[in-house]
C-alpha cells in the first residue's frame, strides 16, 4: 500500500493502515520526544496523538 492509500485507510478508520503510518514515523517520534538525550513518554504520547489528530483533518 503506498502512502496516499495509508492515509485514505487511516482516516476512514483502518487500524491496521494507521499502525503501518505510526510505524514510518516511529523513529522521528522517538527521535523528537529525546530532551536533553533521555527519552520523554510524554511527549512522545503528545507526539503520536498530535499526528493522528492531523492525519485525520488532513484533506486529500
Wanted: proline share 2%; aromatic share 10%.
Amino acid at each position: 500500500m503506498n502512502f496516499k492509500e495509508l492515509l485514505i485507510q487511516s482516516k476512514s478508520g483502518n487500524r491496521k493502515a494507521t499502525a503501518e503510518l505510526f510505524d514510518l514515523y516511529k523513529p522521528l517520534l522517538i527521535k523528537e520526544s529525546m530532551t536533553d538525550g533521555l527519552f520523554d513518554e510524554d511527549l512522545y504520547q503528545e507526539l503520536c496523538l498530535t499526528m493522528l489528530n492531523c492525519v485525520r483533518k488532513f484533506n486529500i
